[in-house]
């Protein structure tokens, strides 16, 4: 089998690792299966894959897409550290409001499975780092582009580093308890 499932905090969040072959030119992995990753419970309609690079301090998020547009997220750190957090905000979830935050790297190629409903963010713990991630659900779409102030005191989430740079967008972002949410948990 070449990915290891790992479970975490909250049930439908999945740490992914990889199987590396190295050899004296390098390594090699598969970074997707469509068979196995369904086998995980985890959605593969991906729909769109994207790419960003941020310098050591940039925190980018919490983000999510309202229904109809709303995504899941196979993330991925292929230069440098991020810690990268997902947020429960499905009404009704056991797990309503609860985060999970965790180091991907170049070094780890460990991959986060976000369903939707889910904010997501992640810090840049490394000089520079890039950051990739296959999308489902629905393509980008501004009018449903939402988020969740990344230091919302009703989340608690533990960063890292504490002094960091926002986008003006991200700066202005509501706490979770004014958020424009329509996810329901299990529909
Ligand atoms: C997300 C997105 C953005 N854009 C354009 C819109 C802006 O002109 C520019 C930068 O967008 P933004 O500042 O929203 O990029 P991030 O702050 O990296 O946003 C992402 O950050 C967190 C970590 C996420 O999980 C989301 O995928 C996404 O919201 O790219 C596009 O053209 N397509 C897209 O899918």
Redesign the pocket.
Known sequence: MPFEFIKTDIPDLILVKPKVFEDCRGFFMETYKKSDFEKAGINTDFV?D?H?KSVRGVL??????KNPYA?G?L?RCIKGKIFDVAVDIRKGSPTFGKWVGLELSEENRLMLWIPEGFA???LTLSEEAE?I?K?TGG??S?EH?A?IVWDDPDIGIDWPLKDVLL?E??ENLPRLRDADINFVYGG
């Open positions: 769109q994207n960003s980018r998020g919490l983000h999510y897409q995504q997220k993330v997501h963010g992640f950051v991630y999308v393509e980008y501004p582009d988020g986008s967008k991200d």
